[in-house]
């Protein structure tokens, strides 16, 4: 097992990653800390897989589980959390635990940051997308103008990162997980992502070791970055290297018709695009197409979307202001910048990106 800890304005948590780990989340968490009650929020498809064995004995531990999908992140699912939350008699020593994948994770956690002004909670991912929304205490959920417009800063009390959840992941879904991988490399890390491209097989075929290695530097770079600005006032804004075309396909196509991670793809082929013609550098773009492709990530905005709509989405994400268009860009690998980009020059490299385009 390997474990590390997250430092943050608001508290220190440790993050437990391991095979076979989640068998001992209740020795795990009595080793920090002592609750009066516990919840447990998970969704359709991991309580059909996991719940029964990581409840193993516990039996006086209540179970609100939501549909699966990023469709549950609405104030209608929400508000039953809540409800279900009441009836449980939660008080302010109960800690919420959040069984799942991001959407999971992210409702659980508003849940708990709104339940009686804040209480605890402890993330137990079964994605590879999740390694990322696990760590740092970014909660909310979805709104029809946009994705997280609601939400808190809340961090978890800990995270428990059991790799033998992840086997059962459809492929989507695991490269999805491994876009924010791939992310992590291009804002902090180029030998981390020239190891990567190197590997040559798709991150479903990852050994344990190999998988293990990734969350874990995926996670310590997100920790170090979140250590220094918790709450996304200047350098947090560089984890969302890719994420300002990909919210805007997510909203524009209906959330969970295409998954976060794959829209994020499309969104850091933009985002390099618009790095080389501000900064006049060279990524490699083709050769970044290519190895997407390979590990079956998309590299182009579907045709069915509209570009002018995208841009108008653009302007409305939670990182803009005064409805300009601001973007994470690259000087280099491991150098991101956050720029304000002209209108027209959006628009010329968002069109080169949609499917047939140059």
């Known amino acids: 097992m390997e474990s590390m800890m997250i430092d943050t304005t608001d508290r220190s948590y440790p993050v437990y990653i391991g095979v076979g780990i989640s068998d001992s989340w209740r020795k795990l968490i009595d080793q920090f ?60 020593k109960s800690c919420v635990i959040a069984l799942g994948g991001g959407v999971v994770g ?50 978890p009390a800990a995270v428990i990162y059991d790799v033998n959840f992840l086997r059962t992941l459809p492929n989507k879904e695991w490269r999805s997980g491994f876009s924010e991988v791939i992310k992590h490399a ?37 920790g170090n970055i979140v250590k ?28 969970g018709v295409i998954t976060h991670g794959e829209a994020v793809a499309i969104g850091m082929i933009y985002a390099l695009k618009m790095s080389e013609a501000y900064y006049s ?8 197409e290519n190895w997407f492709s390979q590990v079956g990530l998309p590299t182009s905005i579907p045709k069915t979307l509209q570009p002018e709509r995208l841009i108008k989405r653009m302007k409305k994400d939670k990182k803009a202001e005064n409805q300009t268009l601001s973007f994470v860009l690259l000087k280099e690998i491991g150098d991101p910048q956050r720029v304000t980009i002209d209108e027209s020059l959006a628009m010329e490299l968002l069109e080169s990106c949609f499917e047939g385009g140059s």
Request: charged fraction near 25%; glycine fraction near 8%; aromatic fraction near 10%.
């Open 106 to 155: 992210d409702l659980a956690g508003f849940a708990a940051a709104t339940y009686m002004r804040g209480i605890d909670f402890i993330q137990v991912p079964t994605t590879l997308l999740a390694h990322d929304s696990s760590v740092g205490g970014k909660t909310g959920i979805n709104h029809e103008y946009g994705k997280n417009l609601i939400g808190a800063f809340h961090q």
């Open 33 to 92: 800390q002592s609750y009066s009650k516990y919840f447990l929020i998970t969704d359709e498809t991991v309580s059909e897989h996991y719940l029964s064995s990581f409840m193993g004995v516990e039996k006086d531990i209540s179970v609100h589980v939501i549909p699966t999908g990023e469709k549950s992140k609405s104030m209608e699912e929400y508000g039953k959390c809540l409800t279900a939350m009441l009836e449980a008699e939660l008080d302010r």
């Open 281 to 288: 550098s060279d990524f490699r773009i083709h050769e970044i």
């Open 186 to 222: 291009f804002i902090h890390d180029e030998d981390f992502l020239n190891w990567l491209m190197s590997l040559e097989k798709r991150v479903e075929a990852y050994t344990d070791d190999e998988l293990q290695y990734i969350i874990k530097k995926g996670i310590s770079i997100k």
């Open 228 to 255: 220094e600005d918790e709450r996304e006032k200047g350098i947090r804004a560089y984890l969302n290297f890719g994420h300002t075309l990909g919210h805007a396909i997510e909203a524009e196509q209906g959330f």
